[in-house]
């Protein structure tokens, strides 16, 4: 294999393709990246057995071949190399290293052999659609912040897609929750989805498919199967196994009969929250909001910290009310809301808090309050 | 010499009688009066506590543990003499010693002589390190002034006064730092009163085992053993940083204390690190009901002692003994603090469907760490649980009917499994 790359494509592929490799890991291969060139394209494979991702490049063959070299510190050397460099990758048959060179700097790796590195098997994908970048972007973006890291609850440790029904029409949905807050994204059901089994995408998927997104312009090619997804971009395709489990109902979650309503400005809120909870205690981080006509209280009283104090004018018609939360899940909701005020529906102080932008219920959070 | 009678605490100068009152209970050393770090260890406290409550229990071997296929908690000296020791299987102690009484445990009558024991430390110094509820480290440095005597007259008094108020005896080491008073309170049990001086600190421990070490656990006595060194005469022979390179963390600490030295000081409010409880069955069981009850019941008394103590702990803890003595053990760690038996049986069960092994096991164990105060407790509800709520009011109002009618006045009906 011999093949040269201008520096750019190289380190945009490769990075892509190392930060799926696990930094902890006990097989060697799975350390390492597969460079397959042929054609007029050089392509870079990486896994951890759970996602796989491949990414293609143009580049000059001049012999087709593959091999596989350890992901991290191709990266790092690409890395380092000056911009605009011409990279040429070479393997080197007598010595079985890989050969890197650009202007004067040299660099062999060792190598191990292309027949070892574990391909991920395809899927009878049943459901295929398009999604445009900023439409997925927006369904994981404001849902991911819920997910559950506890290890027990396993299938919570991901972002249920599934095909779901609001206000009479078929949507995309994106739901995540670790039992103290809860995110339910939709969008507009894209043609081809109608017929997806509903899949819970594990959180370093999302994270690794959200580099995929950042061009407004790029179509997403999604396919789905009872146990992998796979987004595609002309340049890279990630596949990913779902998490063998199934998600709660959280439809029982979702309080339906909140009646009191706060309405406030979003950035407002957050701020505030933000200030006193510089004094509330590391552990419990819990600020109480207490609700009279037309006026918010925010405060915090830590005995061991201090306590601290912050009205708001907000716009609040309903009997007085006194609520606690934890402060970050306030500001984790509060911005999420970008565009109008802020509409929170309180039933009483221990029961799930429903918060909206405006009245749009394409977005909602449910957050469960703390005792104060 | 420096000397000093325990009886009547008198101090004189040399001597093997007290010049005062006749009494034998001498104790003579250079440095007597200029040590400052005590250990002080009660003697078979629970056997003790228990003769004192029992006269008739005074002159029989008596064992505290319960049932027959538990372990040996504390033997008095008498069952001692025919073999008994703590820790050993119930079985096994009663083979040694047929006559033994033996007697369960009851935890308040100890705590509550541990209670009076701690406040008889207290007025001797601020610096009281307890290490259970039967032993303490006490730091006595500059209270010479204070008390108009020196740490060795207070800590003779200090069990002088143990006995006389409460009926039970205790044995102190002092010494120049915790690791030798600890040892020094071993050497002389019962009613023992021992030194071990700054000058013959290497000649002390030169020729003894390093078994002697508190707080070497059994991966570091193998590690140990494989490296041949069995006295502290073997450790003095290797170099520090090969120590280090062997053993880690604790090769430093062993180099140190190869040559008596330690420097940790006596640290008074040294925090609960955990509460747990565990039970070693009649008969080993591979019965999942049988299994879940236990965990029931020792959630049920960590939550108890946690609430008792107004603590919370935001990390439990399973352990199972397999039949064959090996151990598992596995943690999980809480969304937030908790001091509800509910919530601690709920996460010990999942800890415990996690560990595929079919057993048989023989002992059980559950427990809280990483301990808060209770105000940050179970703050926070789950949405994904709506019923949590409700078995949390369940339980307090549970406590609540036992604070006033007894412990037993109301149990779940898994516990009686």
Known sequence: MKLSIERGALLKAVAQAQSVVERRNTIPILANVL???????????????????????????????????????????????????????????????????????????????????PVMATSDYAANFAVAAPVLRRLF????????????????????????????????????????????????????????????VPRKTVGEMRKLLDDDEAMIAVSVSETKIRFATPGVTLTSKVIDGTFPD????????????????????????DRVQTVSSERSRAVKLSLEEDRLILSVNAPDHGAAEEELAVAYADERLEIGFNAKYLLEIASQVDRENAVFLFNSSGDPTLMREGNDMSAVYVVMPMRV | MPALCRDCLATFDGGARCPACRSPRVT??????????????????????????????????????????????????????KGVRSAMPMFQALRLCPEAVVVRPRFDAYVAASRAIRAMMDALTPRVEPLSLDEAFMDL??????????????LA?????????????????????????????????????????LA??????????????????????????????????????WDRHDLALRFGGMGERLWHLARGQDRRRVSPNSPVKGISNETTFHADTADADILDGHIWRMAE??????????????????????????????????????????????????????????????????????????????????LLDPDAGRRAQAERAADAIRARFGPDAIVKGRSLR
């Not at chain 1, 290890?151 to 009479?168: D, P």
């Not at chain 2, 006064?161 to 005896?169: D, H, K, N, V």
């Not at chain 2, 421990?205 to 070490?213: A, D, G, S, Y």
């Open chain 2, 28 to 81: 003579a050393h250079p440095e007597l009066f200029d040590l400052t770090i005590a250990h002080m260890d009660c003697d078979a406290f629970f056997a003790s506590v228990e003769k004192r409550d029992n006269p008739a229990l005074a002159d029989k071997p008596v064992i505290i543990g319960g049932g027959q296929r538990g372990v040996v908690s504390t033997a008095c000296y008498l069952a001692r003499i």
């Open chain 1, 141 to 200: 973006d404001k849902s991911k912040f819920a997910i559950s890291t506890e290890e027990t609850r396993y299938y919570l440790n991901g972002v249920y897609m599934h095909v779901a029904e609001s206000e009479g029409a078929k949507v995309l949905r994106c739901v995540a929750t670790d039992g103290h807050r809860l995110a339910r994204i939709d969008a507009p059901l894209p043609e081809g989805a109608a017929g997806m089994v509903g899949v819970i």
């Open chain 2, 157 to 197: 008094g200090l069990v002088r006064r143990m006995q006389r108020e409460l009926g039970l005896t205790g044995s102190i080491g002092l010494s120049h730092n915790k690791f030798l008073a600890k040892v020094a309170s071993d050497l002389d049990k019962p009613r023992g009163f021992s030194v071990i001086g």
């Open chain 1, 250 to 273: 959280y439809t029982r979650v979702i309080p339906q009969g909140n009646t009191r309503r706060l309405e406030v400005d979003a950035a407002d809120f957050a701020r505030a929250v």
């Open chain 2, 200 to 237: 013959e600190t290497e000649a002390f421990l030169r020729p003894r085992p390093v078994r002697l070490i508190w707080g070497i656990g059994p991966a570091t006595q193998e590690g140990l053993d494989a490296a041949g060194i069995r006295t502290f005469d073997d450790l003095l022979r």
């Open chain 1, 35 to 117: 460079i397959e060139a042929e054609g007029n394209t050089v392509q870079f494979r990486a896994t951890d057995l759970d996602i796989e991702v491949v990414d293609r490049a143009p580049a000059m063959v001049e012999r087709a071949g593959a091999t596989t070299v350890s992901a991290m510190t191709l990266n790092e050397i690409v890395r380092k190399l000056p911009d605009g460099a011409l990279v040429t990758l070479a393997d080197d048959p007598q010595t079985g290293r890989l050969l890197i060179t650009a202007g004067r700097s040299q660099f062999s790796l060792a190598t191990l052999p292309r027949e070892d590195f």
């Open chain 2, 141 to 154: 440095a500059g209270t010479q002034r204070l008390h108009g005597a020196p740490p060795a007259v207070m």
């Open chain 2, 301 to 382: 008394k960590v939550s108890s002692r946690a609430k008792a103590t107004d603590k919370a702990g935001r990390v439990v803890a399973l352990k199972l003994k397999r039949a064959n003595h090996t151990l598992i053990s596995r943690r999980h760690a809480l969304h937030q603090p908790t001091q509800l038996a509910d919530t601690i049986y709920r996460a010990a069960r999942a800890l415990f469907d996690q560990v595929r092994d079919p057993g048989p096991f023989r002992l059980l164990g559950v427990g809280l760490g990483e301990i808060t105060g209770a105000g940050d407790a179970d703050r926070e509800g789950d």
